[in-house]
């Protein structure tokens, strides 16, 4: 399995400051096809996971922009251009290249300083 | 916008049969998604169960492989999980997800069910 390692595990926040979120992958998550199949998803307290950016970069319909995604093949980032108060939870990097399975990062719990 | 709803028993026995159905509305479920499962322990990460495509293509995770069947129900719009021999380990909340994909066949991102908790307990 394609092992995803996420930092830090914990990151407190001042509300209006950026935020930043390691994903390191054992194997390189770039397709033939030239995209990263790497998400990321937020999961909010007593909630779902919902999908943030797909493939690498690209932001899921209705994320506001303060979200970003970036890196290439086994570094990845999720930044947050300036935190608000909603966006508490945890956050995973999740690969879909396979190989067999689709596996997670331990997720980064965001909290509110 | 596809959207997932698990139902099934919320109490298992050991070494009984877990299992679980989602239905999928606002869209058919012979588009080009995989329909999948994952679960999360209590306070824990997440895992990958297996995914079905709706001509009957399968991908489990090796680490339940022999114990987990997904199927596909074309004119109920659903799919289901079962998982046999359960233990106190499978105590997890159960997801349905949709691993969406254009008619184009690009991958735009997994779409998730509220969840239900299933706790295997005597």
């Known amino acids: 399995d394609i092992v995803m390692t996420q930092s830090p595990l914990s990151l407190p926040v001042t509300p209006g400051e950026p935020a930043s979120i390691s994903c390191r992958s054992s194997q390189s998550l770039l397709h033939n096809n030239g995209f990263n199949y790497v998400d990321w998803y937020l999961q909010k307290p007593g909630q779902s996971p919902q999908l943030l950016i797909y493939?690498?970069?690209n932001r899921a319909s209705g994320v506001p922009d303060r979200f970003s995604g970036s890196g290439s093949g086994t570094d990845f980032t999720l930044k947050i251009s300036r935190v608000e108060a909603e966006d508490v939870g945890v956050y995973y990097c999740m690969q879909a290249l396979q190989s067999p399975s689709i596996t997670f990062g331990e997720g980064t719990r965001l909290e509110i300083k | 916008q596809v959207q997932l709803r698990e139902s099934g028993p919320g109490l298992v026995k050991p070494s009984g049969t877990l299992s679980l159905t989602c239905a999928v509305s606002g869209a058919s479920i012979t588009t080009s998604n995989w329909w999948s499962w994952v679960r999360q322990p209590p306070g824990r990460g997440l895992e990958w169960i297996g995914e079905?495509?709706?001509?009957?293509?399968?991908n489990y995770n090796p680490s339940l492989r022999g114990r987990v069947t997904i199927t596909v129900d074309k004119f109920k719009n659903q799919f289901s999980l079962n998982l046999i021999s359960v233990t106190a380990a499978d105590t997890a909340v159960y997801y349905c997800a949709a691993k969406q994909m254009t008619n184009s066949g690009w991958y735009v991102g997994f779409s998730w069910g509220q969840g239900t908790l299933v706790t295997v307990s005597s």
């Open positions: 079905i495509f709706h001509r009957g293509n399968i």
């Open positions: 493939l690498g970069s």
